[in-house]
Antibody, heavy 118, light 109 residues
Framework: EVQLVESGGGLVQPGGSLRLSCAAS????????MSWVRQAPGKGLEWVAN????????YYVDSVKGRFTISRDNAKNSLYLQMNSLRAEDTAVYYC???????????WGQGTLVTVSS | EIVLTQSPATLSLSPGERATLSCRAS??????LAWYQQKPGQAPRLLIY???NRATGIPARFSGSGSGTDFTLTISSLEPEDFAVYYC???????????FGPGTKVDIK
C-alpha cells in the first residue's frame, strides 16, 4: 500500500524557516518524480515544487522561487521542503504527492499545517 | 502561465441527479487535464487523468471529456459520498509547472 506521511509543520514567525518531511512507503520511491502541493485555509490547491527521480531537476511556482528548496533522499525514501523567509501568505496545509506520470498526482499524504504568524 | 477557470463555483443537486462540471483553460492543454475530488479534512483524490481516463478504483459514474481548452467532468447519478469539491489540473507545458483550477463545490440541495 502506498503511503505518504508528512511532518514538520507548525507555527513560525514571518521571516522564519521550517523544514517539511515526507516519508514514503509501499512503492519504489526512487522511480518517481515527487511534488509538494499546498492549500491555504479555505482556498484551492496550489502546486509548489517538484523534483526528478535522481534530484537533478527541480521546479518551483514563481511565488516561492529563491525561498523554498525541494530535495529528496532516496536511501531514506524521503522528500523534503526547506522553507525560508516565510510569509503570512505561505500559511497552508502542505501535501506531499507522488507524480505517477508527468503531473498526474496519483497518491497524496494527509498534509501538514504550516502557520506563519507573529 | 496557463490559467484554469471552473464553473459553476457551486452546484446544488440532490442524490441521484446528474452533475456536470466545467473546466476551461486559457490556452490549449491538449488532453493533459486531470480531475480531483476533495472532501473536508481530507487530501485530494485523483479521479480522472488525461481528460477521460478513470484512475484506479474510481466508479464508472465518473466520466471526463474534452480536449484543447474545454473540459467536462460528469457524475451520472450522485451518491451521498460524491458531495465534495472538485478541482481540475493541467499538466501540458514544459517545464513541468502545474496549475489547478479554483474548484467547484457540489453540495446537497
Amino acid at each position: 500500500e502506498v503511503q505518504l506521511v508528512e511532518s514538520g509543520g507548525g507555527l513560525v514567525q514571518p521571516g522564519g524557516s521550517l523544514r517539511l518531511s515526507c516519508a514514503a512507503s509501499g512503492f519504489t520511491f526512487s522511480s518517481y518524480w515527487m511534488s509538494w502541493v499546498r492549500q491555504a485555509p479555505g482556498k484551492g490547491l496550489e502546486w509548489v515544487a517538484n523534483i526528478k527521480q535522481d534530484g537533478s531537476e527541480k521546479y518551483y511556482v514563481d511565488s516561492v522561487k529563491g525561498r523554498f528548496t525541494i530535495s529528496r533522499d532516496n536511501a531514506k525514501n524521503s522528500l523534503y521542503l526547506q522553507m525560508n523567509s516565510l510569509r503570512a501568505e505561505d500559511t497552508a496545509v502542505y501535501y506531499c504527492a507522488r507524480d505517477g506520470h508527468y503531473g498526474i498526482f496519483d497518491y497524496w499524504g494527509q498534509g501538514t499545517l504550516v502557520t506563519v504568524s507573529s | 502561465e496557463i490559467v484554469l477557470t471552473q464553473s459553476p463555483a457551486t452546484l446544488s443537486l440532490s442524490p441521484g441527479e446528474r452533475a456536470t462540471l466545467s473546466c476551461r483553460a486559457s490556452q490549449s492543454v491538449s488532453s493533459y487535464l486531470a480531475w480531483y475530488q476533495q472532501k473536508p479534512g481530507q487530501a485530494p483524490r485523483l479521479l480522472i487523468y488525461d481528460a477521460s481516463n478513470r484512475a484506479t478504483g474510481i466508479p464508472a459514474r465518473f466520466s471526463g471529456s474534452g480536449s484543447g481548452t474545454d473540459f467536462t467532468l460528469t457524475i451520472s447519478s450522485l451518491e451521498p459520498e460524491d458531495f465534495a469539491v472538485y478541482y481540475c489540473q493541467q499538466r501540458s507545458n514544459w517545464p513541468p509547472v502545474f496549475t489547478f483550477g479554483p474548484g467547484t463545490k457540489v453540495d446537497i440541495k
